[in-house]
């Protein structure tokens, strides 16, 4: 044996508002430097705080943390918002601009997919900027990596996304995780989920 340590591999936690500051270091340069999100000004601290605390009302918020630093972080948020989208779900994900290509963006998507099917969320659907032609400010790479995940392409939405003098096109994916029976059962709010089984889903 050669008495080095391994490398821990990231833990997945859900993630409160006191994360805000290290989250929104990882999200402002895709609002500063891309058009992965079609945001225009980086928002403050406690606006960042409240839209952690909103999503976490229903929803999970998840983060994988390696050596006391956060790389990655993804969530789901309501779909359209009327009460007959309750069994969809819209994901996002955002890894620190060193940690892409490490398998953390499936590690996050895979923990959320099990989490949403314990909730009898059904559905879950990823809003995508997508350029005409690659750019400085937008890649293929997130339509590559929902691929991956095992997403289907809905449909496009053409030029509907202005920033850094540029149009872009947003796309819709999707991906069904569950049957979709007669008489579903109810979709259960996150916090209402058991802590132990919150647990166990993001340690797999």
């Known amino acids: 044996m050669s008495g080095q340590p391994k490398e821990c591999a990231p833990l997945l936690y859900v993630v409160t508002a006191d994360d805000a500051e290290e989250l929104l270091d990882i999200y402002a340069p895709y609002v500063e430097k891309t058009a992965i999100t079609f945001e225009y000004d980086v928002p403050c601290i406690d606006e960042f705080k409240k839209r952690i605390t909103d999503i976490l009302q229903a929803y999970p918020y998840i983060a994988a943390r390696q050596d006391g630093h956060i790389l990655g972080y993804a969530y789901t948020h309501a779909f359209v918002g009327r ?26 998507y895979e923990a959320l997919e099990r989490i949403s099917l314990a909730q009898n969320i059904y ?59 007669a008489n579903p059962a109810p979709v259960i709010p996150f916090p209402e989920l058991n802590r132990q089984s919150v647990h166990d889903l993001l340690s797999i």
């Open 83 to 108: 009460a007959a989208y309750g069994h969809a779900a819209e994901t996002t994900i955002y890894l620190r601009e060193d940690c892409t290509g490490a398998g953390i963006g499936r590690m996050l």
């Open 123 to 181: 559905n879950l659907n990823a809003c995508i900027g997508v350029p005409e032609k690659e750019d400085a400010h937008l890649t293929m790479n997130s339509i590559r990596f929902h691929e991956h995940m095992g997403y289907n392409m809905v449909g496009t939405f053409h030029n509907c996304g202005y920033k850094f003098g540029t149009w872009y096109h947003m796309a819709w994916m999707e991906k069904i995780i569950g049957a979709h029976e």
